[in-house]
Each structure stands twice: as structure tokens, then as C-alpha cells.
């Protein structure tokens, strides 16, 4: 990869053109794509903390909240979906929003969405850690966080396809765990199994369906949020994709039934079967996973070992998590080494494609987040995971924004909507819809801190960080290096586009029945 140039031509209307970033392997399969979707998007938001979101918002609320927010998340992907197949390159939104915004707004996503992977990591192995004293309770939680990161390391050091088949047999389990939960807790609701029919008796109960009202609903807008965050993964893994223009539209369209299949039935099926009020709700952590909604679903369906295996499905799923983490700052770290932003070494690769000083530098700064975690009592790395709360609902705003600005410029520089090898459906209503959605749950995310007993500072602080911290580095990357918001009859809409690369558009074309089964497995 070699290093990002600006050569803004002297003509005042010709674009800027931007050095390639495509030098990494391009190794991902189409199945590898499809599962790393799933694999984003199916984490311990939904195996832990959805109980907590049905005792706050109860069944229909908590309903409400999720289905809501997969329309957010659907609309962000088709905007990311519609960039990243055009110019597939590894660095994803945060090139994106380099290049058809500002250089230092891209600077801002860039680092913020960095420094929340990197977090989101750290927090993994304490997870790692805390699940398997659950079996193995006399064991240091260290050992086992540090054996986590060890297979993390090794998964991502042998290039992206190691990373993808990973992923793929990681999310394999989980959707065949869900899936059957989805059956089995039907068969509860229903009487078939467990001796009781609940139907919808538990809707009906003091306070349901909706507890708290509008209030509880806000509650767990933000939880459901955070909870499909690193569904966005398969706009970075474009850059390694064997045929991008034809894996990220397919995976993209998909989304919209994995969101409906895997979260809204999951949360109908609890909602059916466990009451808001059950006290085993509130415990929504990892650390009571004993207690997980899923849990009490199939223990109430007579599988005694309900919990034994809830934790090995959600070992998985961190470990499915920090793998991906892995994968997603060492390339970060790569693409803003191409744009100039970082140490030029991070562009180096081995004859596999992985950016093995990226990746070292990422696993030394998890490891020391790790390390904080154990200092006192962890104050300070409750409050760094807290700045990092908001930085996932940052970057999907800023897709969407950057989305915004490269539709604009397509059009005025005169391109044909129709050559795009995918098309964001619902524009501009559909990313606009989100976009506003975005901003009110980034304002409203710590609204309890001033609206219930009082203003409490630290929680204000903990809550709206991240806000601060971003334009901080926006404006001071903009006042150092004097950038402007670039033009739209300037923008570079060649390098590293996938006609320049060589991938046929299929967005017109019809495959049969047997075409569609063969990509996916191969």
C-alpha cells in the first residue's frame, strides 16, 4: 500500500485524486462475507443485556425499541453498502469520510471508531475471563483473558481469510443456537414443551406491555443500539473481498431478515415467555449469565443444562467479537497510515495481507486497557469504556453523512445511478430517517443524569464525553493542517473504484437457483 498523496490538479474542477490503498489480499469468500455480517451483528447485547431491556421497557417496549433501531442500522448499512462497493478499499467510511467530506472529519471518525474497537476489545477479555470462572471458578480470570487474546492474535496473524473462515464457524454457532432458542422458546410459549401455555398472558400483566412508557422505550433505544454495533464490520472487510461489488450487495440485502430473524423473534419469544417483573431480569451482565433470558426460556422448556450451554455459545461470541475487533483496528491503523494520518510502517503487509505492526500496536493497547481494568476499582476503565459508548452512534451518523455528500457529488459530476454496482434503497428518506434518529439517541443517551433526582455531573460527564473528544480532534486536525471541506466537483471518484480494479458490476444481472447456492459456498 503505498502512501497517501493529494495532487490537486491546477484546474479549480478537477478532482483529487487519491493514491490506491489496494494492496492488501483479497481473500474473503462470499460465505466469509455473509457470516461476518452475522457475526457483527449478533453479540451479548442480545444474549444477556435484551433481559435487562425487557424488565425496563417490558415486552412491547423492549419490542418496539429493537425493531426500531434495526431500521436505523439497516438504512446505515445500504448507505455504507452503496460506498464501500464502489471504491472497495480496506479503510471503508473512514477513508470515505476523507475523502468526500474533509480530511479531518475522517481524522475524527477514524480514531474515534478506533479507540471504540480497542475498548470494545479490552472489554472482551474481562468478559472471556468472568465466563470461564463459571466453570472453572478457582482460576485466575487473567490466565484465561490472556488465552483469549492469544488465539485472538494468532486468528488475525495469517491474513484475512484465516480471520473470515474464523468468523464463519464462530457465527455458525451462534445463529444455530439462536435459531433453535427461536424454535424451542415457540414450543414453551405455545405449551408444547415446559406443561404451561403463556401465549400472551404476560403481556397482559400489571404495567405491561409497555413499562415506564415513553421513558422506558428511550432506555432501551440506547441499549438496543449499542447492541448492533459491529454490524458496519462488513464495510472494512470490502477491502478484502475476492468480489466486492458482488458479496457486500448481496450480504447487505440480507441484513434486513437476519435483524428481523435473530432480534425481533428472539425479543418476542422472551417477551412471550418471561415476565418483565422476574427478578433473574435485572442481573444483565455477563458475569450472571446464569440468569441470561435465553437461559430461563429453555430451563422453563426442561433443558437442565440450559446454562452450560448458553456460556459456550457466548465464549463464542466474544471470542467472534475480539477477533473481529482485531481485524478492524489493525486496518483502521493501515488505511489512515495510507492517507498520512499514522506511521507510514503501518502500510506494510506480509505475503499473507496482514498489517502485522497495526496489529501489534492494537494488541498492546488492548492489553493495557486489560491491565487498567484490575487498578483499584476500576474507575478509571468504567469511565473509558463509558467515553467510548457514544463513539459507535458517531461513526453510523457519519456514514451517513458522508453518504450524503458522495450521492451529491456522483451526481453533479455526472454519473449515472444506475452504473452504481449497488443502489441504497429509500434515498434520501430512508438514511435521513436514521440520521435524526442517531442525533436524538446520542443527545438522549444520558438524559437520567439531569432529568431523575437531581443533576448527578459524573454521569452527565460519563455519558457525553465521547461528543467532546471527537470534535476536539476534528477541529484541532483542521486547524493544524488547515483542511477544508472538499468540494463536490472536486471530489476523486477513480482511484480505487471498482471499475479501476477490474470487478464487473452484477447489480443487472439475474442468477439462477443454483448460481446463488454455489457462491455461497464457495
Not at 479549480?12 to 457483527?40: E, V
Request: a neutral charge; one cysteine or more.
Amino acid at each position: 500500500m503505498e502512501k497517501y498523496e493529494e495532487t490537486v490538479e491546477s484546474n479549480g474542477n478537477a478532482p483529487r485524486k487519491f493514491a490506491s490503498q489496494n494492496n492488501l489480499k483479497r481473500t474473503l469468500k462470499s460465505r466469509h462475507m455473509s457470516m461476518i455480517a452475522i457475526g457483527g451483528t449478533i453479540g451479548t447485547g442480545l444474549f444477556v443485556a435484551s433481559g435487562n431491556s425487557l424488565s425496563v421497557a417490558g415486552p412491547a417496549g423492549a419490542l418496539v425499541s429493537y425493531t426500531l433501531v434495526g431500521l436505523i442500522i439497516f438504512f446505515v448499512m445500504t448507505s455504507l453498502a452503496e460506498m464501500s462497493t464502489y471504491i472497495p478499499v480496506s479503510g471503508s467510511f473512514n477513508s470515505f469520510a476523507d475523502r468526500f467530506v474533509d480530511p479531518a472529519f475522517g481524522f475524527a471518525i477514524a480514531y474515534n471508531y478506533y479507540y471504540n474497537w480497542v475498548v470494545a476489545n479490552a472489554t472482551d477479555l474481562v468478559a472471556g475471563g468472568i465466563i470461564m470462572q463459571y466453570w472453572l471458578p478457582h482460576v485466575n480470570t487473567v490466565i484465561w483473558s490472556l488465552m483469549l487474546m492469544a488465539i485472538i492474535v494468532f486468528l488475525n496473524l495469517f491474513g484475512a481469510k484465516l480471520y473470515g473462515e474464523a468468523e464463519f464457524w464462530l457465527a455458525l454457532i451462534k445463529v444455530i443456537a439462536i435459531v433453535a432458542f427461536i424454535i424451542i422458546g415457540i414450543l414453551v410459549a405455545a405449551g408444547a414443551l415446559g406443561g404451561h401455555k403463556y401465549a400472551f398472558s404476560n403481556w397482559t400483566i400489571e404495567g405491561a406491555p409497555f413499562v415506564d412508557g415513553f421513558p422506558g422505550i428511550i432506555k432501551v433505544f440506547v441499549v438496543a443500539g449499542f447492541s448492533f454495533q459491529g454490524t458496519e464490520v462488513i464495510g472494512i472487510t470490502a477491502g478484502e473481498s475476492a468480489n466486492p461489488s458482488r458479496d457486500v450487495p448481496k450480504t447487505i440485502r440480507s441484513i434486513f431478515w437476519r435483524i428481523l430473524l435473530f432480534y425481533v423473534l428472539t425479543i418476542l419469544v422472551i417477551g412471550l415467555v418471561v415476565p418483565y417483573d422476574d427478578p433473574n431480569l435485572v442481573n444483565g451482565d455477563v458475569s450472571s449469565i446464569a440468569v441470561s433470558p435465553l437461559v430461563i426460556v429453555m430451563e422453563k422448556a426442561g433443558l437442565k443444562s440450559a446454562s452450560d450451554i448458553m456460556n459456550a455459545v457466548i465464549l463464542t461470541s466474544v471470542l467472534s467479537a475480539g477477533n473481529s475487533g482485531q481485524y478492524i483496528t489493525s486496518r483502521i491503523l493501515t488505511s489512515l497510515a495510507a492517507e498520512g494520518k499514522s506511521w507510514s510502517g503501518f502500510t506494510k503487509v506480509n505475503k499473507q495481507g496482514t498489517p502485522l505492526y497495526s496489529l501489534a500496536v492494537g494488541t498492546i493497547i488492548v492489553c493495557i486497557l486489560f491491565g487498567i481494568s484490575f487498578i483499584g476499582n476500576q474507575v478509571v476503565y468504567t469511565w473509558l469504556v463509558d467515553f467510548a459508548g457514544v463513539a459507535g452512534f458517531l461513526s453510523w451518523a457519519g456514514i451517513l453523512f458522508t453518504h450524503w455528500r458522495f450521492r451529491r457529488a456522483y451526481k453533479l459530476q455526472g454519473y449515472d445511478l444506475l452504473e452504481l454496482p449497488y443502489q441504497a434503497g429509500f434515498y434520501p428518506f430512508g438514511p435521513f430517517f436514521s440520521f435524526f434518529c442517531l442525533i436524538f439517541i446520542i443527545l438522549a443517551q444520558g438524559y437520567e443524569s439531569f432529568l431523575t433526582d437531581g443533576f448527578h455531573a459524573s454521569d452527565f460527564i460519563k455519558s457525553y464525553a465521547g461528543i467532546p473528544l471527537f470534535l476536539i480532534m476534528l477541529v484541532g486536525y483542521k486547524l493544524k493542517c488547515k483542511t477544508k471541506m472538499v468540494p463536490l466537483e472536486e471530489m476523486d471518484l477513480e482511484t480505487d473504484s471498482f471499475i479501476q480494479l477490474g470487478f464487473p458490476s452484477v447489480r443487472h444481472e439475474k442468477t439462477s437457483w443454483k448460481e446463488t447456492i454455489m457462491s455461497i459456498l464457495n
